[in-house]
């Protein structure tokens, strides 16, 4: 069994930054991806990034390519998700998963189901 549990979300002003912190503990080795999905009141889960644990390699949804970057500490255990430029339409419950037998590449971005390990979800506010 894996376990992972997100941190660092908040209140932001629009423009701002935050970074998200997923640590997992457990049977850790086994686990080939990790993801960010996101909810927000009303809509529909939605991918975020993705990351691959092995190479470091990841992918991010086009709302947020060029603004969120993924990064991996293996010693920690923990993927970091860091948040710049943010805007109110990046409010939003946002959650931490992770897989084996996942990898995600250019042409691939697991779903929610590929995954088989969520965390609770943390809250990022973006508003003035």
């Known amino acids: 069994q894996v376990q992972l549990v997100e941190s660092g979300g908040g209140l932001v002003q629009p423009g701002g930054s935050l970074r998200l912190a997923c640590a997992a503990s457990g049977f850790t080795s086994g686990l080939d991806a990790v993801g960010w999905f996101r909810q927000a009141p009303g809509k529909e889960r939605e991918k975020v990034s993705c990351?691959?644990?092995?190479?470091?390699?990841?992918r991010y949804a086009d709302s947020v390519k060029g603004r969120f970057t993924s990064l991996r500490d293996s010693a920690k255990n923990t993927v970091y998700l860091q948040m710049n430029s943010l805007k109110p339409q990046d409010t939003a419950v946002y959650y931490c998963?992770?897989?084996?037998?996942?990898?995600?590449?250019?042409?691939?971005?697991?779903?929610?189901?590929?995954?088989?390990?969520w965390g609770q979800g943390t809250q990022v506010t973006v508003s003035s």
């Open positions: 998963t992770a897989a084996a037998y996942t990898r995600c590449s250019a042409d691939v971005f697991p779903t929610g189901g590929d995954f088989d390990y």
């Open positions: 990351i691959n644990l092995r190479d470091g390699s990841s």
